[in-house]
């Protein structure tokens, strides 16, 4: 009886030992299919993310421009900044600067971002430095005049040369007074250039940041004109 009952078990473990080797097989070839199809649809490297999909639309000329020219105008803004941690009198004056700073210094990464996954051409630091014919913290006068050095295209709100030398040379109220001044004129013309943007843009992050740009820079006019009262 007993003997009879081995024999019976062991073409039963036979049979279940072969189902499971079919069964690791199949999952085998299955996980193979799966990761090449994952490679097959991976992102080239160098190349906007998934994140920005179809629904972001393809960029074209404007969206170029919007960002050739917003980088350079948000590297004066930082530099402005700059100069207020050590000139500016007032705390309130100091404090918008660093959100001004904080906020810019990353937008300048993302548009720069784009423009080398477009192909497209990324301005330097040393642009900004042969236009203030100095370095990106203001040492030298020479150059900012309308932004129409070398054939550069003038950008809306950006500072001369003589203005941005007035508010390096001075310090306290007189910093102040002149900084909120300058800025105020500043974000505008950032309003100005990101409300194109809005208008002729094709690439959705791009007309996003515009938008964001034109809500954050008008919020903060508002503020730096009840400072200057």
Request: aromatic fraction near 2%.
């Amino acid at each position: 009886m007993h003997a009879t009952r081995n024999a019976r078990t062991v073409p039963i473990r036979r049979a279940a030992l072969a189902a499971a080797a079919v069964t690791a097989a199949a999952l085998t070839l299955s996980a193979c299919g799966s990761d090449g199809g994952r490679t097959d649809d991976a992102a080239p490297s160098g190349q906007p993310s998934a994140t920005a999909g179809p629904s972001a639309g393809k960029h074209n000329a404007a969206d170029v421009t919007f960002a050739q020219e917003m980088i350079p105008h948000h590297r004066q803004a930082v530099a402005m900044a700059d100069l207020a941690a050590t000139r500016a009198g007032s705390a309130d004056v100091k404090a918008l600067a660093a959100t001004i700073k904080k906020a810019q210094d990353p937008e300048i990464t993302t548009m720069s971002g784009w423009l080398k996954s477009w192909g497209e051409k990324v301005p330097q630091d040393h642009d900004m430095a042969k236009m203030h014919g100095g370095t990106h913290g203001m040492e030298g006068t020479d150059g900012m005049a309308g932004m129409d050095h070398g054939g550069a295209k003038a950008m809306p709100g950006m500072m001369s040369a003589q203005e941005m030398a007035t508010m390096k040379n001075a310090t306290g109220k007189a910093f102040d007074a002149q900084f909120l001044k300058l800025m105020v004129k500043h974000h505008q013309g950032a309003v100005e250039m990101a409300g194109t943007e809005r208008k002729q843009g094709g690439y959705g992050p791009a007309k996003k940041l515009a938008g964001d740009i034109i809500t954050a820079q008008n919020a903060e006019i508002a503020r730096m004109r009840k400072l200057l009262g």
